[in-house]
């Protein structure tokens, strides 16, 4: 058996515990990183994308937003806004989020801060469909 480290997922309102894993990547601000059991300890900051969570055969996906991984030798804690595993991910509310926000941008009048706003919300339907629909 490979070497496992504990990884949680925490967010403010939830903390999924994945137990002893073998890897996990997740979407770093200068892109994605992996993680095996005696990674140098480090602190990462995450940007929105998908968090993959490998322990045996077993592959779990979640769509995450911005937040920070904390690399110890006791394991891996990512600290997000938001964390849904893949199987929760309601694709019609995700597609709904996805054409708002798109319209939103398409207005030529919104105020700078209600574009920014859209992106965001752009970017994080986007990652959750994509997330949603992986095989």
Do not use: C, W
Request: glycine share 8%.
């Amino acid at each position: 058996m490979a070497a496992q480290f504990h990884l949680e997922i925490i967010t403010p309102t939830k903390v999924y515990d994945e137990g002893d894993v073998d890897y996990v990547r997740a979407p770093g601000v200068d892109g994605a990183f992996g993680v095996l059991a005696g990674h140098t300890e480090s602190i990462m900051a995450l940007t929105i994308g998908e968090i993959k969570v490998v322990k045996g055969s077993v592959e779990k996906l979640y769509a995450s937003t911005k937040g920070f991984a904390e690399i110890t030798d006791k394991g891996v804690q990512l600290l997000v806004e938001s964390a849904e595993p893949k199987g929760d991910i309601d694709l019609h509310r995700a597609q709904e989020a996805y054409d708002r926000a798109k319209e939103h941008l398409s207005r030529k009048q919104e105020e700078m801060e209600d574009q920014v706003r859209a992106l965001r919300a752009l970017e994080r339907s986007m990652n959750r469909l994509k997330v949603a629909e992986k095989k």
